[in-house]
């Protein structure tokens, strides 16, 4: 697979291949991430729509984590600035940035779609 799709829309290839060791395992991560993100999307708006800031922390949690194992710099970063608001209960700041956050979780899954059928 040409890891080009990939680093072109700013995914940091190498610092996964540091964090999972090989092309391999990365792509079993990558495709981990795509299942995991069916279901840890629509939580995260139905937590932050029934303002359960706990659980909406745990989720922005793991996809920063993820997020960080994959070189999604980007995500990663917007997901630690969810999970920081939603910690100190901050639900203003988590509906005026939501957007944003899944606006690139979608552009990411997309990317990594196109990248593993490629």
Request: glycine share 6%; net charge negative.
């Amino acid at each position: 697979m040409n890891t080009e799709i990939l680093t072109s829309n700013g995914v940091n290839v190498q610092k996964g291949l540091e964090l999972l060791g090989d092309m391999e395992m990365y792509n079993e991560t990558l495709q981990d991430f795509l299942t995991e993100s069916e279901t840890r999307i629509p939580k995260i708006i139905e937590f932050y729509n029934t303002q359960n800031m706990p659980e909406y922390a745990v989720l922005v949690h793991a996809m920063k984590s993820d997020s960080k194992y994959l070189g999604f710099d980007t995500l990663a970063e917007l997901s630690y600035n969810h999970e920081m608001a939603s910690k100190e209960n901050n639900i203003e700041w988590c509906g005026q940035n939501l957007e944003s956050l899944l606006a690139e979780a979608n552009r990411i899954i997309s990317v990594v779609k196109t990248y593993l059928e490629g």
